[in-house]
């Protein structure tokens, strides 16, 4: 792994893409002490957040059915200009 400072890492910034698309791990440091604040590594293709259908839980086997017809309407449920306030 490779390890450098955070104005390298500026400077560097394009070289760095090009190391990290192929396969480099970057840890960059910051300060006096050098200490680690992050890591810039490629993204691992098992790791990929895999967006997959929520089911509805317990009651799932009833379904879920929205009327053609239907409607919200914020107005009707909370009116902004009613003097009944």
């Given at each position: 792994?490779?390890?450098?400072t955070v104005g ?7 070289d ?8 480099e ?10 200490e ?45 200009n009613?003097?009944?306030?």
């Amino acid at each position: 792994m490779k390890t450098m400072t955070v104005g390298e890492f500026k400077a560097q910034f394009s070289d760095v893409i090009e190391q990290v698309k192929a396969g480099e791990k970057i840890a960059v440091t910051f300060g006096k002490k050098k200490e680690v604040i992050g890591y810039f590594t490629p993204e691992d293709s098992d790791a990929k957040v895999k967006k997959k259908q929520r089911p509805l839980g317990p009651l799932k086997h009833l379904g879920y059915v929205m009327a053609d017809d239907f409607c919200a309407n914020a107005e009707d449920d909370f009116p902004i200009n009613d003097a009944s306030l």
